[in-house]
């Protein structure tokens, strides 16, 4: 076991570069599972450029999150929590296929690592428009809710924000949206079809009914309790988005794929920042005395508080490291490579 010290940044960030580290390793088996009613599935694809082989190419992230809900307000402080959120991801190049049946089926694999899965317990799919996601809904015999960010920003490109009339059309579009009205949001706008005195952007208006009926089921999904609406593209970028920072920078394949392990791994309860260092020095490849160390502050021997220290500024703990910790680590990660 590592002593109750603290690592500088540059050391931590050597020793994660001699990883090579899979999105495999960011899966964690509980004891303990969890039960409830609804599982919710977040589904989405990202995509970026990576540096392989010190050419520029095109990745795809196909990313899932788990949850069982929202945290109840009275066990929270602030904003809505997801309740045991889990993720998993798989880092591909652009042209490579997933068939959406393999992928199911890992999915449910995953899920199960994670929760109690009974016959009685119901799958919600939430995700865009995309043939993949209401495929996957389809094989795992769930429900499907349309994303409302994707939605609503689709519906929004039928209409001219700088005018009044359409800022209210457009806001009534809305609200048909958010109560699941689907007949209602149709019928609306197909009243400005062929009228191009009220609505200007007819072939914008005539694609974006298509894509709504073509989503029928997740738009009725809004009338629903079980409906927490989709949180897809907020979740891409506190996961994804959030360690690519500010900038046009362009990260390694090898660089982007550790931190992305590592983030994944730290949702999914896994601390593999502490996992290696133990490998290490369990195999004598580093010595504690070539290393800087900062004391914490608290007093060691503390046994109300044995698990959790807090370390001086500069200092990076790993026997449970806190947020803006492991963030400053991923950064250093590409600093020093």
Known sequence: MIPVKSLWYSSIARLINK????????????????????????????????????KKKKFRIRTA?????????????????????????????????????????????????????TPETQFIVCGDGADWIKNTSHFLNSKYVLDKFHAIRKIGTVFNLKSKYDKLQFKICKGLFNNG???????????????????TKQNNLLNVIKYLKKRKDGIIAYKHDWCLSACAEALISHTIKAQLGHGNKIYSYDSFRNILTLRVAKINGLNLVKEMFNEQLENKDISLENLKMAKWNNNANNSLNNSLYEPKKGGIPVMSYRTTSISKVLKEITAVR
């Open 19 to 54: 990883l090579d580290l899979n999105l495999e390793n960011a899966s964690n088996n509980f004891s303990n599972k969890t039960s409830s009613k609804y599982i919710y599935i977040v589904l989405d694809d990202t995509f970026l450029s990576l540096k392989e082989k010190n």
């Open 181 to 199: 009205e689907y007949t209602k949001l149709i019928t609306h706008l197909e009243y400005f079809k062929n009228k191009p005195n009220l609505i």
């Open 65 to 117: 999150f788990f949850h069982q809900g929202h945290m109840p307000e009275d066990e929270r402080v602030g904003n809505s929590i997801l309740l045991n959120k889990r993720a998993y991801c798989k880092l591909l190049r652009t042209a490579t296929n997933i068939n959406t049946l393999e992928y199911s089926e890992e999915l449910f694999k995953e899920m199960s690592k994670y929760y109690n899965i």
